[in-house]
């Protein structure tokens, strides 16, 4: 699965297991050049990230409800409307729109 913005393709991780969705980008020391998609999810928490990502928050249509753009760690982050959930690189978010349904592509 890939996310394309303009013409460029970012890779999709999708997390579903318990141990996936729990390490998710945790410890991570290099830049990131993918994304990951957590599915089902409403709240996330950006405890021990070693560094900046792009958040965007998606409802059951993937219709983007929130961009959060350069989260750093320690945050926690819920809105009741939410069903998906995107850790993007930096940067990434600037390229999307609210109330507009983010552009996958497999």
Request: aromatic fraction near 14%.
């Amino acid at each position: 699965m890939y996310l394309k913005i303009k013409n460029k393709k970012i890779e999709l991780y999708e997390l579903t297991s318990f141990s996936e969705r729990f390490k998710g980008l945790k410890f991570v020391l290099e830049k990131i050049d993918y994304g990951l998609y957590f599915p089902n999810k409403r709240w996330i928490s950006t405890n021990f990230l070693c560094q900046n990502i792009d958040i965007v928050l998606t409802d059951k249509n993937n219709i983007i409800i929130s961009l959060l753009e350069n989260v750093r760690s320690e945050k926690y982050i819920f809105k009741f409307k939410t069903k998906n959930i995107y850790f993007l690189p930096l940067g990434t978010a600037k390229e999307l729109k609210l109330n507009t349904k983010i552009p996958i592509v497999k």
